[in-house]
T-cell receptor, first 112, second 115 residues
């Protein structure tokens, strides 16, 4: 079936290091969203990417949508302890029967 | 504007008991859904609704019922709780399920333990 693979599953970094999580879809997506879930919290919407090759920035976070609209990445520059949490991508399939497919998430731990 | 409100936050059930997780949103969203989250399994869709009076099954619907009598409310019923239903449950809503304008807002979660 249709899948969105998200890697890595876990990442442990030293504060100040960069971090990247990747999502790869088995099918072309109409858009992709990114969410952040703090430990013990609920997923919170970060951003939506729609256009092929789109790049969006939110302060230290950079989001990219691949040219083929099948992959996406989230890059955090100079991580801080406030970045701790699980980052999920959610891709919406293209075509008539649009489904939202969630990646399994990348859990980020940051050592102060 | 409270967003998505779900209750209870914590619940312990005995095997075989039934219960209802309540969910309400005040954003006039058409689309509502219930997810469960288990370690290593991500978010799995249980049931969803595209509007009042309309519900449909998601990825893992067995053992759960839903109804959508109003736009605001979308309760999730566990018919006969089983230990496999121990999980964190999230209610979510969005303006629509269409291509655009579909930011998903999540409730704060309900931690359910079935013993």
């Amino acid at each position: 079936g249709q899948q969105v693979m998200q890697i890595p599953q876990y990442q442990h970094v030293q504060e100040g290091e960069d971090f990247t999580t990747y999502c790869n879809s088995s099918t072309t997506l109409s858009n992709i969203q990114w969410y952040k879930q703090r430990p013990g919290g609920h997923p919170v919407f970060l951003i939506q990417l729609v256009k092929s090759g789109e790049v969006k920035k939110q302060k230290r976070l950079t989001f990219q949508f691949g040219e083929a609209k099948k992959n996406s990445s989230l890059h955090i520059t100079a991580t801080q302890t406030t970045d701790v949490g699980t980052y999920f991508c959610a891709g919406r399939t293209a075509g008539n029967n649009r489904k939202l497919i969630w990646g399994l998430g990348t859990s980020l731990a940051v050592n102060p | 504007n409270a967003g998505v409100t779900q209750t209870p936050k914590f619940q312990v059930l005995k095997t075989g008991q039934s219960m209802t997780l309540q969910c309400a949103q005040d954003m006039n969203h058409e689309y509502m859904s219930w997810y469960r989250q288990d370690p290593g399994m991500g978010l799995r869709l249980i049931h969803y609704s595209v509007g009042a009076g309309i519900t449909d099954q998601g990825e893992v619907p067995n053992g759960y019922n839903v109804s959508r009598s109003t736009t605001e409310d979308f309760p999730l019923r566990l018919l006969s709780a089983a230990p496999s239903q121990t999980s964190v449950y999230f209610c979510a809503s969005s303006y629509s399920n269409s291509h655009s304008g579909n930011t998903i807002y999540f409730g704060e979660g309900s931690w359910l333990t079935v013993v």
